[in-house]
């Protein structure tokens, strides 16, 4: 079965060809034959964040390419597709709406499926892009972590997710990438705010983070913000600021979020008896991070799973991966329904 996924629900405009054997329904074994993704950091580097208007307008320039070389890379053409993927939502409406709106007249004017994908199932199950999955996985606690998103999920199957965490305020992603522009190093932050803090201190600054001690699997990443900017005030604000100081603050932020990330991850372990863990999103790409979780995680008999760099940010890989289960519950469905199919801006899993 080939299939074609679309994924335009913020600023990458990406479009992939996968391959699974029909007659092989169980999980795992899919082939990725391309995955082509136009980012457009560039064009809002210079705003601090995502201007939605821009990136609709990016999309519609990218569609046509990102579509054409994804299925060349693959070797295939529109006649051997099986499936189509595309994410529906969560997202911005009009950036979900360009991939969407493809995805749909290639599925009505060739008479294709049409699964429509929530972006964060596709983030849940991007780490089996590459490692298979075995039904011993579940049930499973995913923790997804990106621009948008901090939540914290038990996987029982495809079908039943249910959250069981989240951050009341700012994404991690979100911490991050303030914090960068406020210091003047530019959007998106992580990478580079990740990058610095090898040159820092990560014991300089003890930052509070509080949630930490909460009886739930909730978190807060804006008083982690408020203590990082206020520390950067009192050393005479961004620009008066020494260069130490601040891979310093940036080594201690880091280490500061990836101790509250795995401390409420470990405790969704233990209250759910979970062994095994997902940890996806942009952020996932963190170094530090994913030193912190395949350490401790070890220590305490867990599972670790992260998807490699390349399937951490978004990307339409992971969008035909979850597509792919959509269909195996009801072709007839998704080819009887599609021209339902809406872009939902606030889908929730
Ligand atoms: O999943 P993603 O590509 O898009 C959303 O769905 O939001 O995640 C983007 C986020 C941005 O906030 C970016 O700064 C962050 O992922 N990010 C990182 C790293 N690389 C990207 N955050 C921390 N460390 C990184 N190495
Ligand atoms: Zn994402």
Known sequence: MINLAFESSCDDFSCAVLSKDAAVLENGNVQILSNIVY????????????????????????FLPAFRIALSEAGITLKDVNLISATAGPGLVGSLLIGLMCAKTISYALDIPLAPVNHIEGHIF??????????????????????GHTHLYLVKSHSDIKLIGKTRDDASGELFDKISNYLGFGYPGGRIVDELAEKGDKDAFKFP????HSKNLDMSFSGLKTAVVTTIGGFGGPGKIKENTVYDIFASLREAAAELLYKKTSE??????????????????????RKIFKENGEKSGLKIIFPSLKYATDNAAMIGYAGFFKNSVDPSALRSEFLNINADPSWEL
């Not at 991007?126 to 621009?147: C, D, K, N, R, Y």
């Not at 983070?209 to 930490?212: F, G, I």
Request: net charge negative.
């Open 39 to 62: 980012s457009q950091d560039y064009v809002h580097g210079i705003y601090g964040g995502v201007v939605p208007e821009l990136a609709s307008r990016n999309h519609v320039k990218a």
């Open 209 to 212: 983070l509080p949630m930490m």
């Open 268 to 289: 969704a372990c233990s209250l759910y008896k979970v062994k095994t863990v997902t940890v996806s999103g942009g952020v996932s790409a963190n170094s530090r991070i």
């Open 126 to 147: 991007s780490p089996f892009l590459e490692i298979s999955e075995t039904e011993e996985m579940f049930p499973f606690v995913a923790l997804v972590i990106s621009g």
